[in-house]
């Protein structure tokens, strides 16, 4: 059974820092570029960042550089997002969500379907 597991949402607020963890299992954990894409109420969905561990290629949104840092442990089959100096425009719902390519392509299937989804955890920023 495939499962995307995520973790480490919370609220914080603005100028603070969280680390979102998902747990992936049940698929080839190599071959997938797996990554966090975020959802806020009345805006688009974005893809905020993803990584492939065979390769260590990475992908992060224009409105995250800088700020977040995707890493993995393939020792773990785990993905970690650090989130530093969050902002009130960084609330949103964020999903692991993984796709076999590279993640270029991954973030191009934001809008049209990942092969795998998590359930989502609410990360909340607000003074």
């Known amino acids: 059974e495939v499962q995307l597991v995520e973790s480490g949402g919370g609220s914080v607020r603005p100028g603070g820092s969280l680390r979102l963890s998902c747990a992936a299992s049940?698929?080839?954990?190599?071959?997938?570029?797996i990554g966090w894409v975020r959802q806020a109420p009345g805006k688009e969905r974005l893809g905020v960042s993803s990584i492939r561990s065979s390769d260590g290629d990475t992908y992060y949104s224009d409105l995250v550089k800088g700020r977040f840092t995707i890493s993995s442990d393939r020792t773990k089959n785990m993905v970690y997002l650090q989130m530093n100096d969050l902002q009130p425009e960084d609330t949103a719902i964020y999903y692991c969500?993984?796709?076999?390519?590279?993640?270029?392509?991954?973030?191009?299937?934001?809008?049209?379907?990942?092969?795998?989804w998590g359930k989502g955890t609410q990360v909340t920023v607000s003074s």
């Open positions: 049940g698929f080839s954990f190599d071959d997938y570029a």
């Open positions: 969500a993984a796709e076999k390519s590279s993640t270029w392509y991954w973030a191009q299937r934001v809008d049209y379907g990942m092969d795998y």
